[in-house]
């Protein structure tokens, strides 16, 4: 059973880095067949994708985020992280971790979710 588990801090000031961590258990980051996501949901909005990093480390970025985004991988602790710089409070937003099927392009598993507030 693959399991994801987002981590960091729940409030970060304006003009801060937001650093969010996705542990991932019971199956390896390093594959090729999946892709691993940061997805976020500001408040009474829909879900927005913020990038992804490929089994090979490749990472990609939403074009609106690409300038402030850093995806990274620790493959020796199973994890990849999201920075996101000089936050404003539109960053406020719960933020995921999800795996990409590249086979069926299709999100099977999620982490549950972290709140993250951007306000001083």
């Known amino acids: 059973q693959v399991q994801l588990q987002e981590s960091g801090p729940g409030l970060v000031k304006p003009s801060q880095t937001l650093s969010l961590t996705c542990t991932v258990s019971?199956?390896?980051?390093?594959?090729?067949?999946?892709?691993w996501s940061w997805i976020r949901q500001p408040p009474e909005k829909g879900l927005e994708w913020v990038g992804f990093?490929?089994?090979?480390?490749?990472?990609s970025y939403t074009p609106s985020l690409k300038s402030r985004a850093v995806i990274s991988r620790d493959t020796s602790k199973n994890q990849f992280t999201l920075q996101l710089t000089s936050v404003t409070p539109e960053d406020t937003a719960m933020y995921y971790c999800?795996?990409?099927?590249?086979?069926?392009?299709?999100?099977?598993?999620w982490g549950q979710g972290t709140q993250v507030t951007v306000s001083s």
């Open positions: 019971g199956g390896s980051i390093a594959t090729d067949s999946y892709v």
């Open positions: 990093i490929t089994g090979s480390g490749k990472p």
């Open positions: 999800a795996r990409w099927v590249t086979d069926t392009s299709l999100l099977d598993y």
